[in-house]
């Protein structure tokens, strides 16, 4: 109701009370009885409010004068809408025992949530972060919206700068932290890598003793979270000390893994629809994560195999031509690409072509685009650089890009990606359309 929402967030409620069904923050998608949360960033999401109750949203949130119907007036917007996560995680205390899971890294924390929801959801009732919704707005709206019976919760934590995990943990109150990575991303705000290590570590850090940190233990920034944590630690990877070790990992002609772990539930195997033998570890976490959970880690395993991953993320696609095109445009840093790259040249092709855009947001940028461009080379793939000349190769725009795409066919194989900033799903349009 509009008046907890009051209660929740020290507001005053204006107009009539009214029955609220979920949270949203984007007056395009809002659906009827949801309450509307105008944040202010790039654009005042105020000036949407008309929009969001055109939509049918119940109420909305405001520090401004009320527009009519029913208002919550707040101090704060983004500030309101933590207190209402923080009281949405408390309401569903009862039922989630054990069962909240917080997933970080630098690259592959959005896949590794995708495989838990999956590995989880034929067992329990589970509700997940949509897409990449990872900070203090998108956190909060996917407890919010959790239904009334869910029995699982699996949380995607970001980090742009230190303290912002913290924040998340505080609200979601987490028993299960993965940790999959710590790698060069985000650099250029915590001050280097190790900054990257400090704050994907305030996951584990926020874990009580009665938790558990899952960790990623063939990175070694990872695996030395464990003296961090109060919580129990369990570690998965190929390292022949990992907890849940993977023990072989077989790629078809798409590079789609086939793989087989050991774990201390008995030995699994999976098999994955999606590219690349870096999907495979974020699956294991998945397992990892089933295990401590005490479900049946066989059907937990059986259902990766049709896990739907979030868009942009290296999927694949067939276009008229027969051409194969790799979307994986969400985002992109030296780890990702490295990644992408090998799965790229391990898929059976007659050509290989990575379509490549900008890596933002680099501590060492001039370095680490050319340590990509080598590694293509030595790949053997053909690194086509677009709206950049990061790479130290010739940069060409997408119109470009995508008349080279034209000439792919049958037999070729093309990779897109880059970091937003890049807006490469604008050529993958192109090259499939």
């Not at 397992?287 to 049709?306: K, N, P, W």
């Amino acid at each position: 109701m509009a008046a907890d929402v009051a209660k929740a967030t020290n507001g005053v409620l204006v107009g009539q009370n009214a029955h609220l069904s979920g949270v949203s923050f984007d007056s395009r998608s809002i659906r009827p009885g949801q309450l509307f949360v105008p944040i202010v960033a790039d654009r005042d999401g105020h000036e949407f409010i008309a929009a969001a109750l055109k939509a049918g949203a119940g109420a909305y949130l405001t520090c401004r004068e009320p527009e009519g119907r029913t208002a919550v007036v707040v101090n704060d917007t983004l500030q309101a809408l933590l207190q209402l996560g923080s009281w949405g995680r408390a309401k569903l205390d009862a039922q989630l025992v054990g069962r909240v899971v917080g997933v970080t890294g630098s690259v592959g924390k959005t896949s590794t949530k995708d495989f838990i929801a999956a590995a989880l959801g034929n067992q329990l009732r589970v509700c997940a972060s949509d897409k990449s919704f990872n900070n203090d707005q998108g956190l909060p709206i996917t407890v919010l919206n959790a239904s009334d019976d869910v029995q699982a919760l699996v949380l995607e934590m970001g980090m742009r700068g230190f303290g912002e995990i913290s924040r998340l943990c505080s609200i979601a109150r987490p028993h299960i932290g993965v940790v999959t990575a710590v790698a060069e991303a985000h650099t250029e705000r915590v001050g280097g890598i190790e900054g990257v290590a400090r704050a994907k570590a305030e996951l584990v850090q926020a874990l009580d003793a009665s938790g558990t940190a899952i960790l990623n233990a063939d990175d070694e920034r990872v695996v030395a979270m464990r003296e961090s944590t109060k919580a129990s630690v369990l570690t998965y990877g190929t390292n022949l000390n990992a907890d849940v070790r993977m023990q072989s990992c077989e790629l078809d002609d798409l590079a789609r893994p086939t793989a087989t772990a050991t774990t201390p539930w008995g030995t699994v195997s999976f098999s994955l629809g999606v590219p690349g033998a870096h999907m495979a570890m974020n699956a294991l976490a998945a397992v990892a994560v089933a295990g401590v959970m005490e479900l049946d880690v066989q059907l937990a395993a059986a259902s990766l195999r049709e896990a739907k991953l979030s868009p942009m993320r290296m999927n694949v696609i067939r276009n008229g031509s027969g051409a194969v095109v790799v979307d994986d445009t969400y985002n992109a840093n030296p780890s990702s690409m490295s990644a992408a790259l090998q799965s790229l040249q391990s898929m059976n092709a007659k050509r290989r072509v990575a379509f490549v855009g900008l890596m933002a947001e680099l501590a060492n940028p001039d370095r680490e685009h050319r340590e990509i461009a080598a590694l293509a080379q030595r790949l053997g793939i053909e690194l086509v650089a677009v709206n950049t000349d990061a790479y130290g190769v010739p940069s060409i725009d997408i119109a470009q890009a995508a008349e080279i795409g034209r000439g792919l066919g049958e037999g070729d194989v093309a990779l897109v990606k880059g970091s937003r900033i890049a807006q490469l799903e604008r050529l993958v349009e192109q090259l499939t359309s």
